[in-house]
């Protein structure tokens, strides 16, 4: 296969499993009150959904890598693909709350695998002439998924049934799979580290724990003294992680990266900011659809205009960013700014595993804010004067996310963003298009 045309076709075969593990997302946020009433629950329990899903990304994206280095990239592909298509199957099929987060957590393990190690192919096989234009055809899935997501979820839900949105994926798995079959190449490393197993175990009970433990804590699946007990045991759990990565050669996740002061700012504070906003996908359908009445199709052709929005501000980054600097606005490449080439590997996992989590945690959050203002009527429906307080909740804690930005200094990340100092133009902008094309279009 000619060069540019191998160097084209690889990344849309990537961009086919991304745009479906991105519109499957939102799709489902938009159908969670229509999925809550199949089942028979209360929408608010339909959290565990969401952050099953997000979870189970946390758990098995840093060892992705590692995965695809020992047994070939294009088995893993394939596999993570299959799995996300098993996990589709099930949800559609799911008849219970505990069988329907189940299978959430098996896509999210599909989803883990597939994305990462699809781009490690094209990064692998495509010249380095090529790689730019190669990696942008991976942030066009990232863009457009988002904005077609809920008014196809919305569409599905409303006119035929919400277990079809579950099937869709079930024809583009398979394409994926023939494609990646016929074209892509095995790619692996002859040497391989050996995979940090306690580490994987102590970080995936930590954080599945964790996060089970507050999701849960209320009135839904189990009883309460298991969410403090799994609280309990997840923190437990990471501590021992953070002692025990200090002892080895290759973490799971290199948690020494956090003492690079822009890695450690962008992380944490990017955190705060994506725990707000990863509330909003869930409490704004439910807002128009429980409080404003409205049907899925309706409250999905509202909520994309959000996603319409982040795309339109993904194209003014780069000026934006280079006009005022990461200290005023910028949070994703200036994680990436002072990370060498050697631990930018190590700094996408651990970047990607604290984006997920921050995305469940303000779920779990928005979620604690409606049960609150149910308990304040003696359990009664949701109305639409329910939602502000967990709005305003949610406002607040991204917006303190400025705290930690303020403490960059002014020229942090100038050598990305391209920032003028002192009227002096930086120097050229570092290569960080692999980590950039990690993020979403919503951070």
């Not at 699809?118 to 190669?134: D, F, N, Q, T």
């Not at 998924?145 to 869709?168: A, E, K, N």
């Not at 604290?354 to 304040?376: H, K, N």
């Amino acid at each position: 296969m000619p060069v540019l045309q191998r160097a084209k076709l690889l990344p849309l075969i990537v961009a086919c499993a991304l745009f479906m593990e991105n519109t499957d997302s939102t799709v489902i946020a938009t159908s969670l009150p229509v999925i809550a009433q199949s089942l028979g629950e209360d929408p608010i329990a339909l959290k565990l959904a969401l952050t099953s899903y997000l979870v189970s990304l946390a758990v098995f994206i840093p060892i992705s890598g590692w995965m695809a280095d020992r047994y070939g990239a294009r088995t893993i592909f394939r596999a993570a693909l299959a799995v996300f298509m098993l996990g589709s199957v099930l949800c559609a099929l799911s008849n219970s709350l505990g069988a329907f987060v189940g299978a959430r957590f098996v896509q999210g393990m599909g989803g883990a695998m597939m994305v990462p190690v699809g781009r490690l192919v094209i990064l692998r096989s495509v010249s380095k002439a090529e790689l730019v234009g190669a990696l942008a055809y991976l942030t066009v899935p990232a863009l457009v998924g988002p904005v077609v997501g809920p008014p196809l979820g919305g569409f599905i839900t409303t006119y035929f049934d919400w277990r079809w949105i579950f099937f869709i994926n079930i024809p583009i798995g398979i394409v994926g799979i023939v494609l990646a079959s016929l074209f892509f190449e095995d790619v692996r490393e002859e040497d391989v580290a050996p995979l940090d197993i306690r580490g994987f175990l102590l970080s995936a009970f930590g954080f599945a724990s964790l996060m089970l433990g507050l999701a849960t804590g209320g009135r839904h699946l189990v009883p309460e003294a298991v969410s403090y007990g799994c609280v309990a045991a997840g923190i437990a759990s990471l501590v021992a992680y953070g002692f025990h990565s200090r002892r080895v050669a290759h973490p799971v996740l290199n948690l020494s990266l956090l003492k690079i002061p822009t890695y450690r700012i962008g992380v944490i504070g990017g955190s705060i900011f994506r725990t707000g906003i990863g509330a909003i996908p869930f409490l704004l359908p439910l807002m128009l659809q429980l409080g404003f009445g409205l049907d899925a199709l309706q409250s999905g052709l509202i909520t994309f205009v959000s996603a319409a929005g982040a795309l339109l501000m993904k194209t003014a980054a780069k000026t934006i960013l280079a006009r005022y600097g990461f200290r005023r606005v910028g949070i994703n490449a200036l994680s990436y700014a002072d990370v060498s080439n050697k631990d930018m590997s190590g700094a996408t996992s651990l970047s990607s595993v604290a984006q997920q989590l921050s995305l469940s945690m303000g779920v779990t959050i928005g979620a604690f804010a409606l049960e609150a203002a149910g308990a304040v009527h003696g359990g009664s429906a949701l109305g639409a004067g329910d939602f502000w307080p967990a709005f305003i909740l949610v406002g607040l804690i991204s917006a303190a996310s400025v705290f930690m930005m303020a403490r960059l200094a002014p020229d942090a990340g100038a050598e990305v963003s391209g920032h003028l100092l002192g009227g002096a133009p930086t120097s050229a902008p570092k290569a960080t298009a692999q980590a950039i094309s990690d993020q979403k279009p919503l951070e």
